[in-house]
Every structure is written in structure tokens, then in C-alpha cells.
């Protein structure tokens, strides 16, 4: 599936909305961290890089990625700095900090906990 | 705290910020378009769809925004909020805010001069690490100076030898007055210093060198350094003083540095030089502290080092102390060691000054609570007045805490504002009194002395005036808050008139408040009250003994050697030109010194010895200070002349009234016997036949009769000249008379009012701040009062208008109003009574000539209180009776 026709039908995109509501609270961090690990990135190439990575399952809008980043600043978890893109535009590269690079390990943990569980509560009887 | 530092960083670049992220967000819209495009959109479908992509941008930079802020921007608009509405009341913020700017101020002001004197550390690099050491001992026999807390010379060098958790460990003794020689000898105050002095305190001499080892050998050659002030003063900067010979008390010391400007002289004074241990004997003759075992002379300071922390070097130094303990058994010392400060509170003396820094700062606190009283009213008076705006805030949807969040916002920008304007007072205002009261607290027979006290703010300062600001706006601010948030909704914005429960509820309040505060105000008044009768008292009363037209001459410390002081100068000063009469005494009436000791009966064990002073003087003592020989005689010349001070044996005394009443009750003492045990111990007794009872006079403190022995005493001391003539010229002739008999002799002629007026100027200070307070007190008791009364007044224009409608009279409605608003004052007044007698109790201990139960000063101060509230609602109801009818009935 296209990204064109993925936006014909916006319903079965996840993560069009500001909250991301269908993801677990935190996990688009745990992703935007996860994405950011081989290597910096701007905004774009996070979503296209999720978006491939997912086999086509997460698009991400803006209105939810960029909270999602500046949320990352905060906690010092991400450094932005200008840059140029591959089409010679000017973008901001997301780099993982040291305490980025805790969290992303504590959170996976975490994750895999999370899933973990409700993969038991789903699978009983 | 990462987070905080860069929401800070957020705040200050906004709107930066915010212009980066639509460019970012509009970078990233262009690229999918650009994707877009090469999946095969048309320009245009692909702008659309990106576009549509994007979801709601301007939630996004919303959301953006309050991750940034968090709770900030809520905050910020209670914030404003509260300046606009303490703007749109400029009066009410006014009065709020000079108020506690009062309250605040004077005990930022006082905390000030206590943080100087108590909490300040020594002045020296990385004070931090400095501690100081004392020990109470128990057991063995030993002499001490300068009270407990000292150590002898071996004791020091045991701390200092085996103690690893300091980097060094400094003895000093207490400052000691020396004669320093020259064209014009001077009186000045030095210290005697461990060697390692100067290096311990980081704190190099600015010409020279500083001690060294060798110069604290025993029989090293004596050398000093000089004292920074004294240099640039007696010896007028001399870059060549170095190598140069100075006199101290007529020995000859080599200067061999000059010490930095500001360096520490173990005490909070500036001290003319810094001697070797070594060099005690040379200024001490006749007692060797330097070598002596059990004498105890020494204060010492260690530096903590390798970051040992205190408690490091308390174990430690508790471990050297045991030893110590059991190689001198038996004998147990128990060891003080805090981080030192500049002026060293004897261990002993702790208890009191911390007791008087209590009572003095909870005078302060009395103002600081009427005024935060003050202020609570008025806001709860406002919050009535805002009644209205609150419910509908309340109605809304705003929740209480929302409410009393603004509410208490305000009152931080209220006494925020306070405090600010408060400590600028107070810091600018207590320095100047400090430094005009500090040198007025120097006797005048001390010589010059330079303090060494530092009153600028400093963290603890500026930490205190942050807490009491906070801390007031908590008190002030949150029960009104909560009174005033509270409101019964229907009844409000139906504009019931007061009487509901609600109006009612903080009308009590209100009057608690009034009583509180005039309870608060009565005990300061009523304190000022006997204060200012003590000070009426120390000007108007009779010491005792005759001051007036007398002179006295006192020499300074090396006056042992000198030849003048004898019967010759005696005769010569009394074949004057106008002079009456001449007599030597031990002790200047009224001066710097005493020496008191302890007395008992024969047949009494030493337990039951009863404290006295003692004095030697010489025959014509008593009718030159014109003090009646009561029964008996005085001394004769042939006992003065005999007169000695060794110990043992039997001598004539003359005892004052007070000493023969508390040792010999109604009997007649004169032929009886008391009985001194030996001052050094282990001697014999001293035996004291009364010859004479001598009235009492108050010759040791102003106000206190204490026991007084007088024994004979031959020529020495403090030589009194009685005369007719100008106390200038007089003078002048006695300067001749000494100079000429020996030139390089330091004394000093003075008035003995001079001593009379230092004692009544001193105790003018405590009661003048005393009296200043209370008058404080006072002015903010009546804003109080009057706001209150008057605001009671106001809200009851309706009412009276109908009742003044029914018929009552003006008269009666003023008396009606006046009843209700006066018995919370009435009540307040009866408390601060009770409290206040129990208050002035303790302040007569101190005061002299005033009795705890002073009628006129109780009350006095209850009429003052109960006058001001009656003007207060005398004049608030004045419109009010005047008003005209329609206008009254009318009024919301």
C-alpha cells in the first residue's frame, strides 16, 4: 500500500490525531527513541522510517510526532540541531542523548513487560 | 532540575522556539509533498493531501506549548491577575504593604545585628572549614582566664599533635591590653598567638613575614606582628617598620611583619599586634601561663581537613580528650567543638545569650504578628467587599482551590512586596544605628577599641528575609482565603445583606483578630511602659556616691614599674589649685573592672560563702565620694600604709550596709570577724575584722547594691581628685604633674560622670529600641483597629439608616455601633493585661526602681489601646449619623 492510498482512507491510519489514543501512553516516544537510534534524523524521515519499519502499519502525523519531540527536548532525552536534508532543505536532525539512550533501554524493558502481560490476560482462560 | 533549567531556557527564547517549529513542521509538510509527488500525485493533490496529513497544527503548537510550561502559564495568570487587582486598590495594597514592610523590616533589621554578633564566621579564607574547640573540665586543680573553654599550653600541643582530622590547630589568648611605648605611650589591645597562626587562618601578612616555629621556642628572641590599623595609624604606613623595635608594657619586641588588612585577632576586635606564645612571660611577669600546667589561657580554632566533616572531628578529638583523662585522673573534660565564628560565646554564657537573642526577637515577632494581624483583616474586610466576584468565579466552575490559590497569590505579591521594601529599610537603617550605638557601648575608661563585627547581609540574612516573607503571606493570606472562599453562593448573588451565616462567620473572625492585636499591643506597650519608667529611673537615680566635679586617674597596664603612682603624686595633685580631697582606690567606680570574691563567717564551711565585692583604698575614699560611715571608723593612715595583699593573717575592713545586713542581719558587725578562703587554694584563710559599716552605693553596676568589702590600700590603681575648678583644668594640671614625674608612663584622666553617664546611655539604648517598638506597635494596633472598626461600621449603613428612620437617635446609633466593634477590644485589652504581668515580672528582674505590678503603666497603656478604638469608631460612625436618610437606606 502507497502512502497516497493510505491517505484515501484516513481511518485505518494510527496516529493521526494529536493523542494518540490507540497507542499505549508512551510508546510513540518509545518509537521516536527507538528510530532515533541508528542514527540522527529529521521529523520526515522518523515518520517514513516508522512507517517502513511497521510494514506500512504507523503513519504518524505531525500534529502528534512534534509534541512527541519537543517532549523528548524536555527531558533531555533528544538534542535537535539545523541541518540539510537529502533534498537540500533546510531540517532539524533529532540526535539521541546518553540519558536518551537509558531511557530507550529502560522503556523497551518496560514494553516487553507491558505486552508480555497482556498478552497472559488475553491468553487465559 | 535538568528539566526546570530548561523549561527556564524555553521561557526566556519562546517565541524563537515557537517560529522554529512551524518551520519545522512546514519543512516536514514539503517533503511528503515532495514523496508524494513521486508516487505520482499532481502538485496540487499532493499539497492536499499533505496538508490533510498534517492534522491540526495549531493544537499541535498548543500541545507544544504546555508540555513547555507545564503549570507555569496558570500560575503566571494568578499572578497578574493580583497585580491588576492590588493596582486597581492602590490604598489597600498601600497600607498592606508599608505594613509588613514595618513588620518585616524591623526583624530583618534585628536578625541583622544578631547575624553579626552571634552567627558570623571568623574573617578568613574557607571559614567553612574552621572549628572552634572548648572544654568543660571537671577534676584537678587549675586556674582559668576568660572563664571555661580554655586550654593550657600542653593540652594545646597534645590537640595539636595527635589530631589527623585537622590540617591545623591555632591557640590565641583573649585580647590583652598593653602599654604600647613611644613618644606618646597608648593604650592598645594585642594578642598572644600560637606560631602557626597565620598559616592556619590562610591569612599571610601583607609586609614581612608571618611566626614561625622558632620564634615559639622558649627564650626565642621577642618578636611581633603588627597589626594592620595600627600600622597605618601610630606608625603612619612605614613600609621600613620591619626589623624595627617596638615597647610593649616596656619590653622590647623586633617587628617582624605587618599582618593583612581585615586578619582575625581572636576576638570580633582589630588588635594592635600578634606575639609568640613564647613571648608571655615578657608580657605577664611574675605568672608564667606559658609554662604553668593548670593554667588555662588559651581559645583555639582548628582548620578540618582532607573534607572531614565536624562529626569526624568530634569522635577524634574526644578520643585525645580521654586520653588526656586518664593520663591526669582523676579528671573527666567534656569538649565543645562547633564551626567557629567571630565572636566565640563562652560555653558557660551560651545558655543566657541565647536566652536574650529569644526574648529580643520575640519582641520583634509581637510587631511582625500585629501587623500580619493588620493585614488578614484587611483582607478579610476586601473579601467581603468581593464577595460577588468570588461566587461567580466559584459558579463558573473554578474550584475552591483555584480560588484560594489566587487569593493566596495575592497575598505573596502583597508581602513579596512588603519584604523587599522592609529589608532595604531595615538593612540600610540597622547599619546606621549599629554603627552609632556600637562605640557608645565601650567603656569609657577602655582604650579606643576598633570592632571587628561585619553587619553587611549575607545568605543567612537574606534566607531569613525570604522565610519571613513567605511565612507571613502564608500567615496573613490563608485564612482569609479560605473565609473568603467559602461563600454561601445563592445568599451572595442574591445580595443578602450582612447578618447570614457566612458574614457572620468572618465577622467573628475579624473581631478574634481586633482581640489578638490589641492583646499583642498591650504586652509590647506595657513592657515599653516599665522600660521607659527603668530609664527615667537610671537618669533620675542617686548612684550613691558623689560623681560630680570628681576626676580620676587611671594608668595604664605597665604601671607596675613606673614610680609615679605613690604618696608623692598623691600629695602633689592634692596641693593643686582648687583640688578638695585626693584618694586611691583598686577600682574606678562605675569602670571596666571588679573583683569580687567570696566571703563567709567563722564557723561556716566554704560551700556557704556569699559572693561580695572587694576594693582597697586609701583613708580619704569614703568622704571624697561622700559615702556616710554609718557606725564605726575609717581606715587610718598607719593601716593604709601597712596594708598589703598577701594572703593569711587578719586586716581591717569597712563592709557596706547591704554586706553587713547579709551577713551579720540586725546585729551590730563592727569588732565582728568574716573569713575569705585563699584565692591560689590550699592557703590559709584570711581573717577581715570590721572596723566600719560604710552606706551603700552603687559603685560596681548602676542600680544594683551588692555586698561591698572595703579593705585599706596603700597608693595604686585609680587615683579620685576631688576639686572646685573645671574639670579641664584640673586635668591639665594632673598630666603635668605625671609627665613630669615620669614621661614614658600611658594614663588617662577622666570625669567620673563620665562612668555614671556610660551606664545610663547604655541601658537608654536597650530601653530607647524598647520604647520604639512598642510606640510601632502602637500606630500599627490603631491602623488596625480603626480599619476594622471602621470597615464594621460601614457595612452597617443600612441598618442604622432604618433604625434612624424608626426614630433612634444619631447618638443612639453611634452608641450601638460603638458597643458591638469595641468588644472584641475590650476582651483583647483584658487578655494582654494578664499576659503583659507576667512579662513585665521578668523585665523588673531586670529594670531597676519598678515594680512588676505598676499600676500607672498597666493602665496606662490600657486607656491608650481604648482611646484609639474609640476615635477609630467615633470617626468611622461620624458619616454614618450625619448621613442623609434616603441615601443611607439605599446603600449596598
Known amino acids: 500500500?502507497?502512502?497516497?492510498?493510505?491517505?484515501?482512507?484516513?481511518?485505518?491510519?494510527?496516529g493521526l490525531t494529536n493523542t494518540p489514543s490507540d497507542l499505549l501512553p508512551g510508546t510513540l516516544e518509545l518509537l521516536i527513541l527507538k528510530s532515533l537510534g541508528s542514527g540522527p534524523k529529521h521529523g520526515y524521515a522518523i515518520v517514513e522510517h516508522l512507517r517502513v519499519a511497521s510494514k506500512d502499519?504507523?503513519?504518524?502525523?505531525?500534529?502528534?510526532?512534534?509534541?512527541?519531540?519537543?517532549?523528548?527536548?524536555?527531558?533531555?532525552?533528544?538534542?535537535?540541531?539545523?541541518?540539510?536534508?537529502?533534498?537540500?532543505?533546510?531540517?532539524?536532525?533529532?540526535?539521541?542523548?546518553?540519558?536518551?539512550?537509558?531511557?530507550l533501554a529502560g522503556e523497551r524493558e518496560e514494553f516487553d513487560r507491558m505486552?508480555?502481560?497482556?498478552?497472559?490476560?488475553?491468553d487465559a482462560t | 532540575m535538568g528539566t526546570w533549567f530548561r523549561r527556564l531556557a524555553y521561557l526566556f527564547r519562546q517565541s524563537r522556539h515557537e517560529r522554529e517549529l512551524r518551520e519545522e513542521i512546514e519543512a516536514h509538510r514539503a517533503l511528503r509533498a515532495a514523496h508524494l509527488e513521486r508516487d505520482g500525485l499532481t502538485p496540487q493533490q499532493a499539497e492536499e493531501a499533505s496538508q490533510r496529513a498534517i492534522g491540526n497544527v495549531l493544537l499541535a503548537r498548543e500541545d507544544v506549548r504546555d508540555i513547555w510550561l507545564g503549570l507555569f502559564p496558570m500560575w503566571w495568570q494568578d499572578v497578574r491577575y493580583g497585580v491588576r487587582t492590588l493596582r486597581k486598590n492602590a490604598l489597600f495594597t498601600a497600607v498592606a504593604v508599608v505594613t509588613l514592610a514595618l513588620g518585616i523590616g524591623v526583624n530583618t533589621g534585628i536578625f541583622t545585628v544578631l547575624n553579626g554578633v552571634l552567627f558570623r564566621d571568623v574573617p578568613a579564607p574557607a571559614a567553612h572549614e574552621l572549628v572552634s574547640i572548648g572544654q568543660a573540665v571537671e577534676g584537678g586543680q587549675f586556674m582559668a582566664t576568660a572563664g571555661t573553654d580554655t586550654f593550657t599550653v600542653s593540652e594545646y600541643h597534645a590537640y595539636r599533635e595527635r589530631a589527623r582530622t585537622l590540617s591545623g590547630v591555632l591557640a590565641h589568648s583573649d585580647p590583652r591590653e598593653t602599654t604600647l611605648g613611644g613618644d606618646a605611650p597608648q593604650e592598645v589591645f594585642g594578642a598572644i598567638v600560637s606560631c602557626n597562626y597565620f598559616t592556619v587562618l590562610q591569612q599571610a601578612p601583607s609586609l614581612g613575614r608571618a611566626l614561625i616555629e622558632q620564634d615559639c621556642t622558649p627564650g626565642a628572641p621577642p618578636v611581633v606582628v603588627l597589626g594592620h590599623g595600627i600600622w597605618t595609624t601610630t606608625f603612619a604606613a612605614d613600609p621600613g617598620i620591619v626589623g624595627r623595635d617596638i615597647e610593649l608594657d616596656r619590653r622590647r619586641f623586633?617587628?617582624?611583619?605587618?599582618?593583612?588588612?581585615?586578619?582575625?585577632?581572636?576576638?570580633?576586635?582589630?588588635?594592635?599586634?600578634?606575639?609568640?606564645?613564647?613571648?608571655?612571660?615578657?608580657?605577664?611577669?611574675?605568672?608564667?601561663?606559658?609554662?604553668?600546667?593548670?593554667?588555662?589561657?588559651?581559645?583555639?580554632?582548628?582548620?578540618?581537613?582532607?573534607?572531614?566533616?565536624?562529626?569526624?572531628?568530634?569522635?577524634?578529638?574526644?578520643?585525645?580528650?580521654?586520653?588526656?583523662?586518664?593520663?591526669?585522673?582523676?579528671?573527666?573534660?567534656?569538649?565543645?567543638?562547633?564551626?567557629?565564628?567571630?565572636?566565640?560565646?563562652?560555653?558557660?554564657?551560651?545558655?543566657a545569650a541565647t536566652g536574650a537573642a529569644a526574648v529580643l526577637m520575640a519582641a520583634f515577632g509581637l510587631v511582625l504578628l500585629i501587623a500580619c494581624a493588620n493585614v488578614a483583616n484587611l483582607l478579610l474586610a476586601r473579601g467581603t467587599g468581593r464577595s460577588q466576584e468570588i461566587a461567580i468565579r466559584l459558579s463558573l466552575g473554578a474550584s475552591r482551590?483555584?480560588?484560594?490559590?489566587?487569593?493566596?497569590?495575592?497575598?505573596?505579591?502583597?508581602?513579596?512586596?512588603?519584604?523587599?521594601?522592609?529589608?532595604?529599610?531595615?538593612?540600610?537603617?540597622?547599619?546606621?544605628?549599629?554603627?552609632?550605638?556600637?562605640?557608645?557601648?565601650?567603656?569609657?575608661?577602655?582604650?579606643?577599641?576598633?570592632?571587628?563585627?561585619?553587619?553587611?547581609?549575607?545568605?543567612?540574612?537574606?534566607?531569613?528575609?525570604?522565610?519571613?516573607?513567605?511565612?507571613?503571606?502564608?500567615?496573613?493570606?490563608?485564612?482569609?482565603?479560605?473565609?473568603?472562599?467559602?461563600?454561601?453562593?445563592?445568599?451572595?448573588?442574591?445580595?443578602?445583606?450582612?447578618?447570614?451565616?457566612?458574614?457572620r462567620r468572618s465577622a467573628r473572625l475579624r473581631g478574634t483578630l481586633v482581640g489578638v492585636q490589641v492583646a499583642l499591643s498591650m504586652v509590647l506597650m506595657i513592657s515599653t511602659g516599665l522600660l521607659l519608667r527603668g530609664l527615667y529611673a537610671t537618669y533620675t537615680i542617686d548612684p550613691g556616691f558623689a560623681y560630680r566635679n570628681v576626676a580620676f586617674l587611671s594608668f595604664g597596664t605597665d604601671f607596675g614599674p613606673a614610680t609615679v603612682v605613690n604618696q608623692r603624686l598623691m600629695d602633689q595633685v592634692a596641693a593643686l589649685p582648687g583640688v578638695e580631697a585626693v584618694a586611691f582606690a583598686a577600682q574606678t567606680p562605675l569602670g571596666e573592672s571588679m573583683m569580687g570574691g567570696g566571703v563567709r563567717l567563722p564557723g561556716e564551711t566554704e560551700e556557704q560563702q556569699r559572693f561580695a565585692e572587694f576594693d582597697q583604698v586609701t583613708p580619704g575614699y569614703f568622704s571624697l565620694l561622700d559615702i556616710p560611715i554609718l557606725r564605726g571608723r575609717t581606715f587610718t593612715d598607719a593601716e593604709s600604709a601597712n596594708a598589703q595583699r598577701q594572703e593569711g593573717g587578719t586586716r581591717p575592713v569597712i563592709i557596706s550596709e547591704a554586706a553587713a545586713r547579709t551577713f551579720f542581719g540586725d546585729s551590730d558587725p563592727i569588732g565582728r570577724t568574716l573569713l575569705q578562703a585563699s584565692r591560689q587554694g590550699g592557703g590559709g584563710d584570711t581573717a577581715?575584722?570590721?572596723?566600719?559599716?560604710?552606706?551603700?552605693?552603687?559603685?560596681?553596676?548602676?542600680?544594683?547594691?551588692?555586698?561591698?568589702?572595703?579593705?585599706?590600700?596603700?597608693?595604686?590603681?585609680?587615683?579620685?581628685?576631688?576639686?572646685?575648678?573645671?574639670?579641664a583644668a584640673i586635668a591639665s594640671g594632673i598630666r603635668a604633674l605625671v609627665r613630669a614625674s615620669d614621661p614614658s608612663v600611658a594614663f588617662r584622666v577622666l570625669p567620673l560622670e563620665g562612668n555614671v553617664a556610660w551606664w545610663r546611655g547604655v541601658s537608654g539604648m536597650v530601653t530607647t529600641l524598647g520604647a520604639g517598638l512598642g510606640v510601632l506597635a502602637l500606630v500599627l494596633a490603631s491602623v488596625g483597629i480603626y480599619g476594622v472598626v471602621s470597615f464594621a461600621v460601614s457595612r452597617r449603613y443600612r441598618e442604622v439608616g432604618i433604625r434612624m428612620a424608626l426614630g433612634a437617635t444619631?447618638?443612639?446609633?453611634?452608641?450601638?455601633?460603638?458597643?458591638?466593634?469595641?468588644?472584641?477590644?475590650?476582651?483583647?485589652?483584658?487578655?494582654?493585661?494578664?499576659?503583659?504581668?507576667?512579662?513585665?515580672?521578668?523585665?523588673s528582674s531586670v529594670l531597676f526602681g519598678v515594680s512588676p505590678a505598676d499600676p500607672l503603666g498597666l493602665g496606662g497603656a490600657a486607656l491608650l489601646v481604648f482611646a484609639v478604638a474609640l476615635a477609630a469608631g467615633v470617626m468611622a460612625a461620624r458619616p454614618v449619623t450625619r448621613a442623609d436618610l434616603t441615601a443611607t437606606l439605599r446603600y449596598d
Open chain 1, 1 to 14: 500500500m502507497s502512502v497516497a492510498d493510505a491517505l484515501q482512507s484516513p481511518q485505518r491510519l494510527m
Open chain 1, 57 to 103: 502499519m504507523l503513519h504518524i502525523g505531525e500534529s502528534a510526532l512534534y509534541p512527541a519531540l519537543q517532549r523528548l527536548l524536555l527531558n533531555g532525552w533528544a538534542k535537535a540541531e539545523w541541518g540539510v536534508s537529502e533534498a537540500n532543505r533546510r531540517a532539524r536532525y533529532y540526535r539521541l542523548t546518553p540519558a536518551g539512550k537509558k531511557q
Open chain 1, 115 to 122: 505486552v508480555r502481560a497482556i498478552q497472559y490476560v488475553l
Open chain 2, 254 to 351: 623586633t617587628v617582624i611583619g605587618v599582618a593583612a588588612d581585615g586578619t582575625y585577632g581572636g576576638a570580633p576586635m582589630r588588635v594592635a599586634y600578634f606575639a609568640p606564645l613564647s613571648a608571655e612571660p615578657l608580657l605577664w611577669p611574675g605568672e608564667s601561663r606559658f609554662r604553668d600546667e593548670k593554667y588555662r589561657w588559651l581559645h583555639l580554632i582548628g582548620r578540618r581537613g582532607d573534607g572531614n566533616g565536624l562529626e569526624q572531628v568530634r569522635a577524634e578529638l574526644g578520643v585525645i580528650a580521654a586520653q588526656i583523662d586518664r593520663q591526669q585522673s582523676p579528671r573527666e573534660t567534656r569538649l565543645t567543638i562547633e564551626r567557629a565564628t567571630r565572636a566565640t560565646i563562652p560555653s558557660a554564657a551560651r545558655g
Open chain 2, 401 to 503: 482551590a483555584r480560588v484560594v490559590r489566587q487569593l493566596l497569590t495575592e497575598s505573596l505579591l502583597i508581602s513579596i512586596a512588603g519584604g523587599l521594601l522592609g529589608s532595604v529599610l531595615a538593612l540600610w537603617s540597622f547599619q546606621t544605628l549599629v554603627a552609632l550605638a556600637l562605640p557608645a557601648a565601650v567603656p569609657p575608661e577602655i582604650p579606643a577599641v576598633a570592632f571587628d563585627l561585619d553587619f553587611s547581609p549575607d545568605a543567612r540574612v537574606l534566607a531569613f528575609a525570604l522565610l519571613l516573607t513567605l511565612g507571613t503571606s502564608l500567615l496573613f493570606g490563608l485564612m482569609p482565603a479560605l473565609q473568603v472562599s467559602r461563600p454561601d453562593l445563592n445568599r451572595v448573588i442574591k445580595q443578602e445583606a450582612a447578618g447570614s451565616g457566612a458574614s
Open chain 2, 688 to 727: 577581715f575584722e570590721i572596723v566600719g559599716v560604710a552606706a551603700d552605693a552603687q559603685l560596681t553596676s548602676l542600680g544594683t547594691v551588692v555586698p561591698y568589702i572595703y579593705e585599706p590600700g596603700r597608693p595604686g590603681g585609680v587615683l579620685l581628685v576631688r576639686s572646685r575648678g573645671s574639670f
Open chain 2, 810 to 843: 444619631a447618638l443612639d446609633a453611634l452608641r450601638t455601633i460603638l458597643r458591638q466593634s469595641l468588644r472584641p477590644v475590650a476582651i483583647g485589652a483584658v487578655i494582654g493585661i494578664i499576659v503583659a504581668s507576667g512579662v513585665s515580672r521578668i523585665l
